[in-house]
């Protein structure tokens, strides 16, 4: 058991052997313990110098070592679910160097990726996915074997059991593995369970059970006698009574820790026709004594930095921003009621559960329900803050326009991660929420410059009666002060933060910080436009009279985007001049730290001066054009 990180690479003879699963296949099955200590150590290790996911990684080596040592792999296809369980499988496949490469630029990604990897047999970055993919992988064909590891609480999304139960009406060979890793599901590790377990997952109780099947079926009445009492036999001491239900061949739960009868168990299955499913019981962050005490606390870890030797400026995180707010507009209104879909800490909801958890629901990784389940509490006069990734709001696309939108209920959206996220990457890029919420009838949509801009513009967006969305950006402010009081501001109005001459500068959202530096530099009017919907359409009137060039900027996919809406309002009213759109280009951006993605993007200073300098150079002496007559 280790209690600190490693700061030395530790010694691992055998795992430096291992450069694919081929190599582990050729161990012996008693010189499997070995790699799985070797690797939990160098795992420590590695993710100790980048950074990155790993309590879940550390919860899953020997399930890891069993896979690829009965699968062969990569012919047969593995995917997993959620994706930050995959540092081992990475490990055993090839990338035990690359490791020290994760989440940065040109590295590895921390989730699974096809182009990464022949191994990599699914991109996952969101969740519950896993079964769906894996199982259109078996109705492909061929002899390969899928399996689908599912866990980290990705089996309590609605798709899962949309996969699970289209899995019961086929005869996909196709194997899926339940990691209960937070006693979601109750475990009966022991005893009867464990012999009962055996008996399930062995050659000859399956053979039989085939067989039987194949004379009973013959007398109808004798056959369901038969099937009744094996199931109802099993829910008295496991928990498969419902994937028995449903058509799967249960087995479980099991020891996810116990390599040996993971081996045999896996080796048993594989040869299983049909839909199985493999329960397994891990611990979270298993052989690192901080994690498996707080699971939560060490889903993640920072790269180990040395001490800075000056003190860095204490500039609070836009999460927290929202949680300080949560919790003052709580105490003034009885109303409110808070939900996110399995995000509690990480979108700063901590101190609110704490002191209102009967205002307070977590309803797990099911979006498409949280969004319904607010929709619902506004018909009843409530008033719901939903706080949602951005990049996980997509994925209730559906229930935002028709269940909240198209009834024009008040439901508040406090909209997380929007723009780009670094190490995480474009899974977890918010990189389209201003285009996907502005074409939405009775949407209103706030960018917040600052972070007290952004406690003002909840509230206002709060006390809106109907839908509305704030979006901010991970991680910390602009450093600007925080005014305790909240004022509404005036909806669908900006701010000229700034007077020039030939260039103005339409900001929305945070980048306003860094557009006042350009704007410095090439003289020009900055705007912070604080509404995407509805659009202060009086104030782009005025700039567009007044100067040469207008520029609009975001962190926020330019397709669709807030500069697509100016653009759209100036042909509208027939006015010609000259726009230029700064924003996220038509790509993906991959994993690198969030300075390096923006300056990718051309969204750093020397990037957004160097683009107007360049279109001003393009405009013809003197500028023509403004109202259309």
């Known amino acids: 058991m280790l209690n600190e990180i490693p700061t030395q690479r530790p010694d691992t003879p055998l795992l430096d052997t291992i450069e694919s699963p081929a190599d582990l296949r050729e161990l012996k099955e008693k010189q499997l313990a070995t790699v799985a200590e070797e690797l939990r150590a160098f795992l420590l290790y590695s993710v100790g110098q980048t950074g990155g996911h790993f309590g879940a990684g550390l919860g899953v080596v020997e399930l890891t070592i069993a896979l690829h040592y009965i699968y062969q792999t990569p012919d047969d296809r593995l995917v997993w679910d959620v994706g930050h369980q995959t540092y081992p499988h990475k490990i055993l496949t090839g990338r035990r160097e690359r490791l020290l490469t994760m989440r940065q630029a040109e590295g590895l990604s921390g989730f699974p990726k096809r182009e990464e990897s022949e191994y990599d047999t699914f991109g996952v970055g969101h969740s519950s996915t896993s079964i769906s993919a894996a ?6 064909g061929g002899e390969r074997k899928c399996a689908a590891i599912i866990g980290d609480g990705a089996m309590t999304a609605g798709m899962a059991f949309e996969a699970l ?48 099947k194949q004379v009973l079926t013959k007398i109808p009445a004798a056959w369901e006698f038969a099937k009744r009492t094996e199931e109802h036999f099993k829910g008295f001491v496991s928990p498969g009574t419902l994937f028995e239900e449903m058509g799967f061949n249960y087995v479980g739960p099991i020891d996810g820790h116990d390599l040996p009868s993971l081996v045999r168990y896996l080796g048993n299955l594989r040869s299983v026709k049909g839909p199985k499913l493999l329960h397994i019981i891990t611990q979270k962050g298993k052989g690192f004594e901080p994690a498996e005490q707080d699971p939560v606390g060490y889903h993640a870890l920072n790269k180990l930095e040395p001490a800075p030797k000056k003190p860095v400026a204490n500039r609070p995180k836009f999460q927290a921003v929202f949680g300080q707010w949560l919790c003052d507009m709580a105490a003034l209104e ?3 009621n808070a939900i996110t879909p399995a995000m509690c800490e990480g979108s700063g909801m901590v101190e609110f559960a704490r002191e209102y958890p009967e205002r ?11 969004v319904t389940l607010a929709a619902g509490m506004a018909c009843e006069g409530l008033k719901p803050v939903v706080a949602i990734y951005s990049t996980f709001l997509q994925r209730a696309y559906d229930q935002l326009i028709h269940d909240v939108a198209l009834q024009n209920l008040d439901v508040t959206f406090a909209i997380d991660r929007a723009g780009l996220v670094g190490e995480d990457g474009a899974t977890h890029a ?5 285009s996907y919420l502005r074409c939405i009838p009775n949407m209103v949509i706030a960018a917040p410059s600052d972070e007290n801009e952004c406690r003002q513009l909840l509230y206002t967006c709060f006390t809106h009666k109907g839908p509305s969305a704030v979006r901010y950006p991970r991680g910390t402010g602009t450093g600007a002060a925080i005014v305790p009081a909240m004022n509404a501001l005036p909806i669908g109005k900006g701010l000229v933060k700034r007077e020039g001459s030939d260039v103005a500068i339409l900001c929305f959202g945070t980048l306003c ?20 919907k509805p659009l202060d359409t009086a104030l782009i009137d005025d700039m567009a009279t007044r100067h040469r060039l207008l520029v609009t900027l975001e962190e926020n996919a330019i397709a669709g985007g807030a500069g697509s809406a ?4 100036l042909a509208a009213s027939g006015q010609i001049v000259p726009l230029l759109q700064l924003g996220l280009a038509d790509v993906f951006v991959n994993h690198a730290n969030q300075t390096d993605q923006l300056a990718g993007q051309g969204l750093d200073a ?24």
């Open 135 to 140: 199982l259109g992988m078996a109705l492909a």
């Open 165 to 212: 139960n289209h899995v019961a009406h086929t005869d996909a060979d196709l194997l899926v593995i339940l990691n209960d890793n937070n006693m979601s599901i109750s475990p009966n590790v022991g005893g009867l369970a464990t012999y009962l377990s055996k008996i399930w997952g062995s050659k000859f109780y399956n053979s039989l059970r085939e067989g039987s």
């Open 334 to 336: 009885p109303r409110l």
């Open 360 to 370: 307070f629901f977590d309803v797990a990784i099911a979006e498409q329900h949280a």
């Open 430 to 434: 918010g990189s389209f929420d201003i």
């Open 513 to 532: 910080k860094t557009a006042r530096q350009v704007a410095e530099n090439v003289g020009a009017t900055l705007c912070d436009m604080r509404f995407v």
């Open 566 to 569: 100016v653009a759209e309002h």
């Open 606 to 629: 020397p990037g957004i001066e160097r683009a107007i300098n360049t279109r001003l150079a393009q405009l013809p002496e003197p500028a023509t054009g403004r109202l259309a007559p």
